[in-house]
């Protein structure tokens, strides 16, 4: 009996300036994938939430500008929510790919809770709308914010099961990167 061929797909398109354009770029993509037969469309580190690249935050260590604040602060803002929690940097795991941790609530103006059904900022349906529509297994990078924390993350996106996972590192800084001893990449 023959091993089924899987085909795979690759895109390295750059990020746009929002997110909602950048989930409609990746549908395109996925479309085109889905044309050309893909079974698996892998898509780059960080292309959801914003790759900052060239900015250094106006930082040197014990010191950074306040251009460098507001720079962070934009960055921060436009990262994906995907509405899982920290949990020693590990999130939930199962729980949040089982959708089974509680709904979101925020306080209102008036002080009064205000319930929202879903977890996170819509960035996981549209991934789970987008491979479910093309029928294309998507692995795509994004900059995630999860309890004040950053990170660098990939998810995977099953056409029939929705996200089946996630991959979480910490968002290294400008400095790590630049002081690190080494890097090993197998």
Same mark, same amino acid.
């Given at each position: 009996m023959t091993a089924p061929k899987i085909r795979l797909a690759t895109a390295s398109p750059g990020t746009l300036a929002t997110t909602k354009e950048t989930l +409609?770029? %990746?549908?395109?993509? !996925?479309?085109? !994938?889905? *044309?050309?037969?893909?079974?698996? /469309? %892998?898509l780059p580190?960080? #292309? /959801? $939430? $914003? #790759?900052?690249?060239? /900015?250094?935050?106006?930082c040197k &260590?014990?010191?950074?500008?306040?251009?460098?604040?507001?720079?962070? %602060?934009? #960055?921060?803002? +436009?990262? &994906?929510? /995907?509405?899982?929690?920290?949990?020693?940097? *590990?999130g939930a795991g199962e729980a949040w790919v089982k959708r089974q941790l509680g709904v979101d609530s925020t306080e209102t103006r008036d002080g009064r809770s205000s319930v929202s059904w879903s977890r996170g900022d819509g960035t996981r349906e549209e991934l789970e709308r987008i491979a479910r529509d093309t029928g294309v297994f998507i692995v795509v990078g994004l900059v995630e914010k999860a309890g004040g924390s950053l990170y660098c993350s990939a998810v995977y996106v099953c056409p029939k099961l929705g996200i089946i996972g996630k991959r979480r590192k910490v968002q290294p800084t400008k400095y790590d990167y630049s002081h690190s001893v080494s890097l090993i990449y197998i």
């Open positions: +409609s770029q %990746l549908q395109d993509v !996925a479309v085109r !994938a889905a *044309a050309n037969k893909a079974d698996i /469309l %892998l580190e960080a #292309y /959801l $939430g $914003g #790759y900052p690249r060239g /900015l250094d935050f106006g &260590i014990g010191f950074r500008t306040d251009e460098g604040r507001n720079d962070f %602060l934009r #960055y921060f803002k +436009s990262a &994906i929510d /995907l509405g899982d929690t920290v949990g020693d940097g *590990a």
